[in-house]
C-alpha cells in the first residue's frame, strides 16, 4: 500500500509540475510572422557578418540596432518572445519553416540572377575575345602587305 501511494505521489507530482508554464506567455508577445521576418534578418546579418566582419565594423554599421529599428521592436521583447517560442517547440518549429522557406525562395531568386549575371559576362567576353583576334587578323594582315625595305 506504501508503494501504491509512493507511486501515485510521484505521479501527481510530476503532473503538477508539468502544467506549470517555465516562461509565461509575454504581454507583448511577437507574432509568428513579425519572429519569422525578424528571425530571416538575422539569419542574412550572420552570414553577412561570416563573409566581412571587418568591413562592418571599419564602416561602424550596427546591424542589430537596424533590425530592432526596421521590425519596430526592441531586443527586451524579441528577448521575450524569443524564449517563449523556445520553450514551445512546436510552434517555434512552425517559425522556423517560414524562415527557411523564405531562404529557399530568396536563394532560388539570387541563384537565377547570379546565371544571367554571368552569361551576361560571358558574352561580353566572346565578343572582346572577337574584337581581339580581329585586330591581330588586321595587324598581321597589314604586317605582309608592308613593301620590304631593301638595306
Known amino acids: ?10 505521479v501527481v507530482l510530476a503532473t503538477v509540475s508539468c502544467r506549470e508554464e517555465v516562461v509565461s506567455k509575454p504581454d507583448n508577445l511577437l507574432s509568428k510572422e513579425k519572429m519569422a521576418a525578424i528571425l530571416y534578418d538575422i539569419t542574412l546579418i550572420n552570414s553577412i557578418k561570416g563573409v566581412n566582419k ?3 565594423e ?3 554599421m550596427h546591424l542589430d540596432s537596424y533590425l530592432y529599428v ?3 521592436t526592441d531586443s527586451l521583447q524579441f528577448a521575450s ?12 518549429d512552425e517559425i522556423y ?13 539570387v541563384g537565377e540572377d547570379l546565371k544571367a549575371e554571368q552569361a551576361r559576362r560571358d558574352s561580353i567576353q566572346k565578343v572582346n575575345k572577337e574584337e ?3 585586330k591581330i587578323d ?13 638595306r
Open 58 to 60: 571599419d564602416n561602424n
Open 132 to 134: 581581339r583576334k580581329k
Open 1 to 10: 500500500m506504501k508503494k501504491y501511494l509512493a507511486c501515485m505521489l510521484i
Open 54 to 56: 571587418k568591413k562592418l
Open 70 to 72: 526596421k521590425h519596430q
Open 97 to 109: 519553416a517560414m524562415v527557411q522557406a523564405r531562404l529557399a525562395k530568396e536563394r532560388k531568386t
Open 138 to 150: 588586321t595587324a598581321a594582315r597589314a604586317k605582309l602587305l608592308q613593301p620590304v625595305k631593301k
Open 81 to 92: 518572445s524569443n524564449n517563449y517560442y523556445a520553450v514551445h517547440p512546436m510552434k517555434y
